[in-house]
């Protein structure tokens, strides 16, 4: 089969009418023979230049189809790093989340039940943190050459033997941090962890201990992250030191991811807190409406118990997965508060729907119970100001009235709708009855089935 002509001919300038005809003759050849050399060269570079279309459909679906597994990949690779941390995190409620984030609050100044979260770092403060080893080493530098030039130091050597020499003369040109510690810190952490940590946060320019509450993730705040590095490891000291857990679980646990979790729920409370107040004066805010119909009740001495979530809430460290937590029994509750609450779990079940009544009875239940353990009661203090029904009998008798004065614990009932009136009440409510009727037939209270929940703020 005959070639064609190649660029090379119009590249030596050779006319076309010298090209010898390699083409058969047909009604097209000679169109091509009187084509300049010029033209054919732009022909042929087109021909090059155009591709299939097909090929360009298969290479954008080939590169989607790869991005897309990219992405994927990514997505499935985030889970598996959550799952793996998140996995190995204590539960918030156990012994050990407990003491940590205690510990994080005692030294940022909410060590009592009711506390306001410290405002976060202004923008001077976190300026001042930035900077601080410039402005140090800048302080530095200034004292040395101001010290050289009333010594005449000329040489590299003399400048070396004046730093040797004045060392501390040198350092009291460095300025000093205007370090505040916290108000108030919790008293069960001892005054020498206390002042040792301050002193910590004091040396690597921190002006005081608080958060960035509106960024919870350590990954997105150098403040954050430092802040929280610092008081893990002050932590993991004082836990070794006061011997409140064993090494291995001292040496187990991610104190650092175990802050950056209690920071995520705090951002919530901080929202709250210090949200400005925009109502008017004839506008009802959640609280007003909350406190009125209490009084309308005329029943808040029942109402405080739920205050707290640890009054109505205990726990133990989470189980396996295919397995329900055993319930412990705090040992200052009464036997008719233990009721009262597993009551009020029946009650959640029956205004739950049918659709997510699975879940919260799953939520709810509990495998069995024990007492607690040493450990566990000084977890659980005593709450103040509750009724007495609610408190233990045989657990009062060990304490004197001026104890029990200091514990807010009343002398005797002096309310005549008591925790006991409350619990018939409520059994009216929760047991069937046949339309029409009144009466009811209670069926006996399991305290060790369920145990009710509250608002997770730990």
């Known amino acids: ?10 590249d030596l300038g050779q006319p076309s009418s010298e090209i010898p005809n390699q083409y058969p003759p047909d009604s097209n050849s000679q169109g ?7 033209s ?8 090059d230049e155009q591709l299939d279309p097909k090929f360009v459909v298969r290479s954008t679906k080939s590169k989607l189809k790869a991005d897309k597994e990219k992405a994927n990949a990514r997505k499935d690779s985030s889970k598996i790093h959550v799952l793996s941390t998140s996995s190995e995190l204590p539960h918030h409620a156990s012994k050990l989340s407990r003491s940590i984030t205690d510990f994080v609050k005692g030294m940022i100044g909410c060590g009592g039940l009711k506390f306001k979260l410290p405002l976060p770092p202004s923008t001077e403060e976190l300026q001042q943190w930035l900077t601080w080893i410039e402005t140090r080493e800048d302080a530095v530098s200034s004292a040395i050459n101001l010290q ?26 460095v300025p000093r941090v205007q370090y505040t510690s916290a108000s108030s810190s919790s008293r069960r952490i001892p005054k020498q962890f206390q002042i040792s940590c301050d002193n910590e946060f004091k040396s690597r320019g921190f002006p005081r201990i608080t958060f960035d509450w509106e960024s919870p993730h350590l990954d997105n705040s150098e403040w954050n992250s430092a802040t929280a590095d610092i008081l893990a490891q002050n932590w993991y000291n004082w836990s070794l030191k006061e011997q409140n857990f064993s090494k291995r679980e001292v040496k187990g646990v991610d104190a650092r991811a175990v802050i950056e979790r209690w920071l995520t729920s705090m951002r919530k409370k901080f929202s709250k807190d210090n949200k400005p107040n925009t109502t008017t004066a004839t506008e009802d805010t959640a609280d007003d409406i909350f406190r009125r119909h209490k009084q309308q009740r005329k029943k808040p001495h029942i109402c405080v118990i739920f205050k707290d979530v640890d009054t109505v809430s205990d726990y133990e460290d989470s189980p396996p997965v295919n397995e329900d937590p055993v319930s412990v029994s705090l040992f200052w509750r009464s036997r008719l508060l233990t009721e009262f609450v597993t009551e009020l779990d029946k009650a959640a ?14 939520f709810l239940s509990r495998k069995g119970c024990r007492n607690p353990t040493e450990e566990e009661a000084d977890a659980y203090p005593i709450p103040p ?9 045989g657990n009062l008798s ?14 005797k009932e002096d309310n005549a709708y008591t925790l006991n009136q409350a619990l018939v009440d409520l059994k009216k409510l929760t047991h069937f009855t046949k339309p029409g009727t009144t009466e009811s037939t209670p069926t006996p209270a399991n305290p060790d089935a369920m145990q009710i929940e509250s608002t997770q703020v730990h």
Request: with cysteine.
């Open 349 to 362: 079940l029956q205004m739950t729907s049918p659709q997510k009544r699975s879940s919260l009875c799953t």
């Open 398 to 411: 060990t304490f004197s009235i001026l104890e029990r004065r200091r514990l807010g614990i009343p002398e």
């Open 1 to 10: 089969m005959a070639s064609r002509p190649t660029a090379s001919n119009a």
């Open 40 to 47: 054919s060269e732009e022909d042929l570079s087109g021909e």
């Open 148 to 173: 050289a030039q009333k010594s005449n130091v000329k040489t590299a050597a003399e400048r070396k033997f004046l730093i040797r020499n004045q060392s501390e003369q040198l350092k009291q040109a």
């Open 32 to 38: 091509r023979h009187s084509s300049s050399p010029s």
């Open 385 to 393: 100001g509750l009724p007495l029904g609610a408190y233990d009998e």
